[in-house]
């Protein structure tokens, strides 16, 4: 398989553990946790624990080219802004 500039940029980056606890530890801590369940608070406070494996879990991913089919599924909803309804770009998605 031939790949692309772009596709190759991606399988040279690499996430390292204190990229993932800096963005844990900046999580708003009032926000609803996602389909998962999973609070807010929860990651913050594990944020030293689970670092390590989730930056492991994004680099193989980035290697492979392979995204989990989990991680492509979401439950959108549009929410109206302003305008004509008939237009869907009056129409902001939401992920619930």
Do not use: C, Q
């Amino acid at each position: 398989m031939v790949m692309n500039n772009d596709e190759n940029k991606l399988r040279n980056y690499h996430v390292s553990p204190s990229m993932i606890k800096a963005k844990l530890l900046k999580l708003n801590m009032n926000k609803a946790s996602g389909v998962d369940l999973v609070g807010t608070n929860m990651l913050v406070e594990l944020a030293d624990e689970i670092s390590d494996t989730v930056a492991d879990l994004f680099n193989k991913s980035l290697i492979s080219g392979e995204v989990p089919p989990d991680w492509k599924l979401a439950n959108v909803t549009p929410i109206f802004k302003k305008g004509k309804k008939s237009n869907v770009f009056n129409y902001r998605p939401v992920i619930v």
